[in-house]
């Protein structure tokens, strides 16, 4: 059909000699090119492509940065503010690569919550999904090393925090794991070290993610806002010219509320305290993460601190987990429960517009999110402590109680017969299928 | 249209959803709107080389301002002359000679500004066991930066609250955290001569020092909003354009 005609630039000789031999062209041309793509998208699907975009630039004033800071804890803190008053430019570098983490981790979030409230993780998009929270566990990594770099006070107590973190690990295992984080007893100079070696490591390491993520994706497609597979060329259009454009609409949008706070308020999501110097013999009054780790640090903490509980097992015998590690397992569950939710959510529907109950329940999740934030940035006392423990028990129960008996009992309404039908307004070639609630692949 | 007001709402949602946590035991220090202010503030030149004049003259017996180097003040309008006399007044260890020995030199504009102490040990010996610390990027290192500066300095009480008895060595002061403070009340009026006649008040010059020591926090505060108010101004119109092309193109789609 002539709206997925092949790029006229094909047909260059140069073009065509290098595409014999090497088909990075017709390769372009299929996947950015012609790659079909449902036409209903709205501008939630546009986070995908920011984040790609947002990875790049985290890459590129990485790099930058890198040629002038000094890995050493002596050096550290001061290289990072000759970046700041001396370097040409170095403060803007510095504020895009700060910002640009919290905005990394806002379009991600965005773009996660997009997924749940469409059903994206549904089949066949289970590995795509799976490789998403790959992607963000590494995000975690990678964002949570680098913080430690610039070696602040923040830097400093976040990383010891975080790594003693991993002593809860019994039969030893866990103080060789902290050992070798910190390489020696503390947090000292080899960590500095190491550190900044798997800061710059990681982010690459993300991109080979990505391209596994973004393969995976163009097996089936990009899902849609009513979550129903397409069904030929009617529900489809060519990514270019598109959505090349309304990506770059969306990205114009994004670097004005990002380019508001690099030359605004470039320090509005950072802590003051990490503008002292680290200082091993003061603590500060109190130590928190960045505002990215914060609904998973009020999970860690909603452990009550005289909590035990135990486990049998065949072959371990009877497991005692002590408060600290119940908390650190809560708060990898949060993730881990994530790779599994393709198989907790059965309902054969996937986008909440057809999910009368699910929709209120997923607002419901989003809030109780937001709560476990604010939980996260509130000292630990108090009432806080009693919503903490609430809001964590009930994001557990999300995914664990909500989603599978949602699948029983909720009656999901009946779903258009093609994605052309509703978008043409009911005069769109009628599909061969029939309404089936999801093809299963 | 209706997609975009709901990614605005929730950009908003996210922005008011961070909580802002104080640091524990000091009053919140009021909001002031200062020259450096808002999109597009530039600082008070007047104010910085007042404020200067008070770090050099009260402040740097105690503080030191390691990250700033002489030759920066001629960014806020000293001339090289005087940075020159400024930067003379002290001293820092040279080149090792030809005999190995390392004698003291007067510091050149290029050099940092020296600090009071040579270590953090002999800081707190002269001041009571308290570390009065380096000023460089207080105003960043601290929730209200600027705000909670002058709030600190002009925070004093001679009488402590009924009931609150200060320690021996300490101060009450409203807005330091837990109130008690090592740092007795540092200016006391007329304690410099401005040069400009400006009348030497608490207040004068807490504002001054402040916007000083701002500018030392932040000394790339001017030029990175006025290249901000230049980069939004182009972000808006390439958007916009955007926005038209997108609306050409989906023209036959919707
Ligand atoms: C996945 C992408 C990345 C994320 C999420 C990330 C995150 C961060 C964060 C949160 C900081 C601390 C900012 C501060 O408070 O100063 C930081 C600092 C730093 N990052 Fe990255 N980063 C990424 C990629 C990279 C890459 C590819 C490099 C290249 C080597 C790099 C080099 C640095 C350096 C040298 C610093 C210390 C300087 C500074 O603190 O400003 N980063 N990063």
Redesign the pocket.
């Given at each position: 059909m002539s709206k997925f005609q092949k790029p006229a630039w094909l047909d260059n000789g140069l073009v065509r000699w290098v595409d014999h031999r090497l088909p990075v062209f017709s390769f372009m041309s299929h996947e950015l090119y012609e790659y079909p793509t449902p036409r209903n998208l709205n501008y939630w699907w546009n986070f995908g492509s920011l984040a790609g975009i947002v990875?790049v630039i985290?890459?590129?004033?990485?790099?930058t940065?890198?040629m002038?800071?000094t890995?050493s804890t002596a050096l550290?803190f001061d290289?990072?503010e000759r970046?700041m008053r001396d370097v040409n430019y170095g403060w803007l570098i510095?504020y895009i690569?700060?910002n640009?983490?919290?905005m990394?981790?806002i379009v991600i979030y965005i773009h996660i919550f997009r997924g749940l409230y469409f059903g994206s993780y549904k089949a066949p998009r289970e590995i795509l999904w799976m490789l998403g929270v790959v992607i963000l566990l590494?995000?975690m990594a990678?964002?949570?090393?680098?913080?430690?770099?610039?070696w602040?006070q923040m830097?400093f107590w976040g990383a010891t925090v975080i790594t003693n973190l991993f002593s809860a690990i019994p039969w030893g295992i866990g103080d060789w794991i902290v050992t070798l984080l910190w390489g020696g007893f503390a947090v000292d100079n080899p960590t500095l070290n190491r550190f900044?070696s798997l800061?710059?490591l990681?982010?690459?390491v993300?991109v080979g993610v990505v391209v596994l993520h973004i393969w995976a994706l163009h097996v089936h497609g990009s899902n849609n806002p009513i979550g129903i597979d397409t069904k030929g060329e009617q529900d489809v259009l060519p990514f270019h010219p598109y959505y090349t454009v309304k990506d770059m609409f969306g990205l114009g949008v994004f670097l004005i509320v990002f380019a508001l706070f690099i030359f605004f308020a470039p320090n509005y999501m950072?802590h003051p305290d990490?503008y002292i110097p680290a200082n091993a013999l003061s603590t500060p009054a109190h130590i928190v993460p960045?505002w990215y780790f914060l609904p998973f640090y009020a999970i860690l903490r909603a452990v009550p601190d005289n909590f035990i509980g135990g486990w049998t097992t065949e072959w371990l015998g009877f497991i005692i987990f002590e408060a600290k590690l119940a908390g650190v397992l809560a708060m990898f569950g949060a993730i881990a429960v994530l790779f599994v939710l393709p198989w907790l959510d059965r309902s054969p529907v996937r986008s909440s517009r057809f999910r009368p109950m699910y929709k209120w329940f997923f607002w419901i999740f989003a809030i109780d999110c937001v709560v476990l934030g604010y939980m996260g940035a509130l000292p630990a006392e108090g009432i806080y402590i009693v919503i903490g423990r609430i809001a964590t028990v009930y994001y557990f129960a999300h995914f664990l109680v909500v989603l599978p008996l949602l699948a029983k009992v909720e009656k999901t309404r009946e779903l258009p017969k093609s994605i052309s039908e509703p978008v043409l307004g009911g005069g769109g070639i009628a599909a061969g299928a029939a309404a089936k609630p999801m093809e299963k692949a | 249209m209706n997609a975009i007001r709901t990614l605005l709402a929730a950009a908003c949602v996210a922005l008011l959803a961070t909580p802002v946590v104080a640091a524990g035991g000091g009053k919140e220090a009021p909001a002031r709107q200062w020259a450096h202010s808002g999109l597009f503030g530039t600082f008070d030149r007047a104010a910085l080389r007042r404020g200067a004049r008070v770090y050099m003259e009260v402040c740097s017996a105690c503080h030191g301002l390691r990250l700033v180097a002489y030759r920066n003040l001629m960014e806020i309008g000293f001339s090289e002359n005087e940075v020159k006399k400024i930067s003379a007044e002290k001293e820092v260890p040279a080149e090792p000679n030809d005999d190995g020995e390392v004698e003291l030199r007067p510091a050149l504009p290029a050099d940092k500004f020296v600090s009071p102490f040579n270590n953090e040990n002999a800081a707190r010996a002269a001041n009571g066991g308290a570390y009065p610390p380096d000023l460089s990027l207080i105003v960043k290192a601290r929730p209200g930066g600027a705000d909670y500066l002058h709030a600190l300095l002009t925070g004093y009480k001679d009488e402590a609250p009924a009931g609150v008895t200060v320690p021996e060595g300490m101060n009450y002061n409203e807005y330091f955290a837990g109130n008690m403070i090592a740092m007795a009340a540092p200016l006391s009026e007329e304690a410099v001569e401005y040069a400009d006649g400006t009348k030497a008040t608490v207040e004068q010059m807490s504002e001054d020092v402040s916007v000083f020591l701002a500018w030392a926090a932040e000394p790339e505060l001017e030029e990175r909003k006025r290249m901000g108010i230049k980069v939004i101004l182009f972000l808006l119109v390439l958007t916009g354009l955007l926005y038209v092309v997108k609306r050409r193109i989906w023209a036959d789609v919707h």
């Open positions: 990875l985290m890459i590129v004033t990485g790099i940065l890198a002038h800071y890995p550290a290289s990072v970046i510095r690569h700060m640009g983490a919290s990394f981790f590494l995000m990678t964002a949570f090393m680098g913080y430690v770099l610039p602040g830097s900044f800061h710059y990681l982010p690459f993300i950072g990490n960045e | -």
